[in-house]
């Protein structure tokens, strides 16, 4: 991941992904969730092209180099986007000069804004892989990924990639070894969800027994992970679950009509990825997800992404 420090530009890029398996348990008295989480890093990535400047101002725009695939229009470009916390947050982690060490980033997305998918993670984890090499700091990924674990829960496994457990937060990672790729198609919505309104709808169904309660402390579902690692589709598909699936829909219920288009044109199993509202749909293979992705396409008008995973974490380009 080294850089010269003289470089003046550098350009990262981090993976999104996919909850394979989401079990969620009752809220802590800090808001947060406990989560055992079987994350898939995909092949939707995001690139963060970070430039020093010698002022020590931080900025962050899209990038004039590379076009976003997908709307940025609900994107703060400013000190609240995460790419930017992360190059703040990594600054005073290192103790370096807020007075010379600046940077302007540039971001170019591929990975939908507020579908589930932990786009916004990503850009942190590129950024801060980007100005770890701007900065010529030594940090080995490992490293990163802890130090990424304050921005979000997401952002330690978008620095990590490939496929893990995560516990906690979801930041408490433990890498699978899967075997072989495995095929998904990604069906995004035109419109986003918050993520702790979908946490939060979570519970208030749950009060009202409208939803399973969640363990105190979820555990990770093991059918999932011996799936992964056999790389058996099938066994997968018929695996996965994702307790922010019913929130989601109660949010969202036009999510159940695609997901029944999907079950009829032939794919494995149709779930709510993450937070939602980005749909995963499973496939037998890299031909079945082409297929897939066509048919459902036609139907419902909702352009489809063939994706595969696992991919690679952050690195410098
Ligand atoms: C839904 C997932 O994407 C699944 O991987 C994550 O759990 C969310 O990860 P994230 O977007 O990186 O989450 P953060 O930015 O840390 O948190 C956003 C908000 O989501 C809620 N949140 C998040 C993670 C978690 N384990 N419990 C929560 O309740 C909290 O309200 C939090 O304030
Ligand atoms: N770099 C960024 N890209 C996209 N959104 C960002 C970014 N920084 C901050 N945000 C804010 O975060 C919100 C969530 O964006 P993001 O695309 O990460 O959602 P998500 O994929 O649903 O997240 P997750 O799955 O991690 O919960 C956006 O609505 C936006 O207001």
Not at 28 to 52: K, Q
Not at 194 to 220: H, N
Not at 260 to 283: F, I, K, N, Y
Request: charged fraction near 20%.
């Amino acid at each position: 991941m080294s850089a010269p420090s003289s470089a003046r530009h550098v350009t990262a890029t981090a993976p999104g992904k996919v909850n394979l398996s989401l079990r969620v348990g009752p809220p802590r008295p800090d808001g947060y969730h406990p989560v055992a989480s079987v994350y898939l890093a995909v092949s939707l990535r995001e690139a963060v092209t970070a430039t020093a400047r010698p002022d020590g101002r931080i900025t962050v725009g899209p990038s004039s180099r590379q076009v976003s695939l997908v709307d940025t229009t609900d994107v703060p470009w400013d000190e609240r986007n995460l790419a930017h916390r992360a190059a703040v947050h990594l600054r005073s982690h290192l103790g370096l000069d807020p007075e010379t060490h600046g940077v302007d980033l540039e971001v170019a997305k591929q990975v939908p804004v507020a579908g589930g998918m932990g786009g916004g993670s990503a850009d942190a984890a590129a950024a801060l892989m980007a100005c770890a090499a701007l900065w010529d700091t030594g940090l080995t990924r490992a490293r990163l990924a802890e130090i990424a674990e304050p921005l979000g829960a997401d952002v330690p496994f978008a620095v990590l990639g490939g496929a893990a457990v995560g516990l906690g937060t979801g930041a408490d990672l433990t890498p699978v070894a899967a075997r072989r790729p495995v095929h998904l198609v990604l069906l995004p919505a035109d419109a986003g969800l918050s993520t702790p309104v979908v946490f939060r709808t979570l519970d208030e169904l749950r009060a009202a027994g409208r939803a399973p309660a969640g363990r105190d402390v979820p555990e990770v579902d093991e059918d999932v992970v011996r799936a992964l690692t056999r790389a058996d589709p099938l066994a997968l598909a018929t695996a996965m679950e994702n307790d922010l699936q019913a929130p989601a829909v109660a949010l969202f219920p036009e999510l159940s009509d695609v997901m029944d288009v999907a079950m009829d044109e032939g794919a494995l199993r149709a779930m709510v990825s993450g937070s939602g509202p980005t749909l995963l749909l499973a496939a037998h293979s890299e031909q079945d997800a082409l297929r897939l992705a066509t048919a459902v396409e036609e139907r419902t008008g909702v352009a489809a992404l063939p994706v595969h995973g696992p991919v690679p974490g952050a690195h410098v380009l």
